[in-house]
C-alpha cells in the first residue's frame, strides 16, 4: 500500500479539519491533498517510478506537502539536514541518484553550487509553484517494498550510507507508534521542534493518518516558543533528542511554563542519563516515552512506556529509568556474541533487531548491506545486555568502548555517574592511547552556567560508585561539547582532541 493513501482517506473523513500550519501558512486536510495530488500529477509528468526527490529544507509546511507529492507519484523522497555543507548535501544527491533538490529560501544560496549536478528548486519560486499543476494523481499503486524515504546516518566515522525505508517500513513504524505509545486522533497535535528531515518527520505519519494537527515552528530550537505552543494547543504531543529535553528543563521559564495540555514527549537518538531523566519526570511528570532505533529501523527497536517511567515504586525503577525498555510491538529483538551466538541474559554482546521496520539495505552498498544485515538481523552497533523479562540496557557504541589493562570499561556507565554532580551539566567520556594499559579513561566535563567542581570532587564521585580501575585519569573541563546536527556527541573529535588533531 502507498503510504500516501492514508492521507487521502483522513481527508475524506475530516476535510476541514487543520492538517499543517507553520509561520508562512495553514492548510486543513482538504486544501493539503489538493496541492498534493496536483503536485503530484506535475512529478509524474517529470520522473519516472522509483525516481528519488532530494529535500534539504528548514522546517516548513511544504516539507510535508513534498513527502505526499513524491509518495502519490510513486517516488522515493531523500531528506538531508538543513544544517548539512553544499558538499554533504552534494554527496547525498550524488549516491542517491536523486533527479532534483528542492530547498528553502534560506538555504538556496549556499545550494546553489550543486545547481550544475542537479535540477534545484526553491519553495516561494515560480518554478515551485509550478509544480502545483492542473492535472490531479491519485496515489500510484506500488509495491510494499518499493523505497519511500532513504535516510543518510550521519556519517561520523566515514561517508553517510543512505539507509532505504519502504513503504511497508514506514507504515509498520505508524501502526507500532499507535500500539505502543499513544492512540491518536483529530484533536491531537504534533509540534515540530526537530528537523523534518529526521524522526520528527517520520513520525508525522501515524499522526496525520489519524487526522491529527501538524504544528511546524521553523527557525532554531527555541524553548520558550516550545512551552508557549504547548499552552496554545491541546493534546500535544512532540520529539525532543536527549540534549533538547535537558535544555527545556533548565530552561529559565521551565517552572513556571503550563503544561496541562502536554500529552507525550517521546525522546530518543542518544543516551539519556538517569539523572537527567529524573529532573524531566520532576518537571513534566508521566508524559515521557523513551525510543530506541536507528535511522535502519526507524525509532522502532525497543521502548520504554510512560507508565514505566512513572512507576516510582517498581523495585528496579533505577534500572528502569537506565534502559531503554522493552521490545516494540511486532519486533524481534536480541544480544549477540561476535560470532552472532546470542549471549546469556545479563551478559554484554551486540543488540541485534529484526522487524518489517528494518531497512531494505543501503542504497547502492550491497557489502555494506550484507555485513548490517547479516543472518536476517540488523546489526545496530549497540552494546547491550538484556534481562530475563526482556528489559534491555544499551552499555555503549561498540566503537567506543574502552578497553584498558584487559578490561571493559563502557564509558556510559561514567557518564551516569559523573552527571550525579550537582554542578555538572553534560559529561563525556572517552578512551585515550596509552603505552602501558592500551587505553586510558578521560572524561568532558560541562559546568552548569556559575557551577563549580572539581577533578578531585568528581573523582572522589567516581570512587564511591564504580571500580577504581574504571574512573576516569583526566578530567577536562570545557565550554561545551561537540554535537552533530542531530545533538549527539561526537566522541570521534574528542579522541581527536586528545591526540592533538583537533583543529
Known sequence: MNVASQLFEVARRLPDRPAVSWDGGALTFRSLTDRVSRMAGQLAQQFSPGDRIALCMENTGEVIELFFACWTAGLCVVPTNAKLHAK?????????????????????????VLERDVPLVCTGTDRYRTLLGDTSLQPRVVEATDPAWIFYTSGTTGRPKGAVLSHRNLLFMSLAYLADIDMLDERDTQVHIAPLSHGGGLYSLPHLFKGSHQVILGGSFDPARTFEAIERHPNVTFFAAPTVLTRLVHHQGAQRAKLETLKTIYYGGGPMYVADLKRALALFGPRLFQLFGQGESPMTITGLSKRLHAQSDHPRYEALLGSCGYPRTGVAVKVVDGDDREVPFGEIGEVVTRSDCVMQGYYGNPKASAETLRHGWLHTGDLGSMDTDGLLTLRDRSKDMIISGGSNIYPRELEEVLLRHPEVLEAAVVGRQHAEWGEEVVAFIVLKPGGRASATDLDRLCLENVARYKRPRDYQFVDSLPKNNYGKVLKTELRQKLQGGAK
Open 88 to 112: 554533504e548535501v552534494g554527496y547525498i544527491v550524488e549516491s542517491s541518484g536523486a533527479k532534483a533538490l528542492v530547498t528553502t529560501p534560506g538555504l538556496a544560496d549556499a545550494l546553489a
